[in-house]
C-alpha cells in the first residue's frame, strides 16, 4: 500500500481483503484438512487397548455388544425358561441382538460422520 493514502482509505482496503479471506473455499479445505491431520495425530500415540478400542467403527463395537448379550441370553435362558424350544429361541435372539448392534453402531457412526462434515 502506498504510503500516501488516508487512514480511512487504508481501512477500506484493510476491510475488502478481510472480506475476500473470508470467502476464499480454501479456508474450509484448511480447516477440513486441519480435523483429519489432528485426528491423526491422536492415532499416532502410544497404543493402548483403550485407544485401540476407540478406533474401531461403532458398527463392530455394537455388533460385539449384541453378540456378548447373545451369549449371556443363550446361557441363561435354557436354565431359566425349561422347554424343547428355549435353546433355539435363544439363538434368534442372539441373532436379534447382533443385529440391533449392527443398526444402533451404524447410526452412530453416521452421525459422527455428519458432524465431521459440518465443522
Avoid: C
Wanted: proline share 4%; net charge positive.
Amino acid at each position: 500500500m502506498p504510503n500516501n493514502l488516508d487512514p480511512e482509505q487504508e481501512r477500506l482496503i484493510r476491510l475488502r481483503e478481510k472480506q475476500l479471506s473470508s470467502r476464499d473455499p480454501g479456508i474450509k479445505k484448511k480447516k477440513f484438512t486441519n480435523m483429519i491431520s489432528e485426528k491423526e495425530r491422536r492415532t499416532k500415540n502410544t497404543l493402548s487397548i483403550g485407544r485401540v478400542w476407540s478406533v474401531i467403527p461403532h458398527i463392530w463395537r455394537w455388533a460385539f455388544y449384541g453378540l456378548i448379550l447373545g451369549l449371556i441370553t443363550m446361557a441363561v435362558l435354557p436354565t431359566f425358561w425349561i422347554n424343547e424350544n428355549s435353546f433355539l429361541i435363544s439363538i434368534l435372539a442372539a441373532a436379534i441382538l447382533i443385529v440391533l448392534g449392527i443398526m444402533i453402531g451404524s447410526a452412530i457412526d453416521y452421525r459422527e460422520n455428519l458432524k465431521d462434515l459440518s465443522k
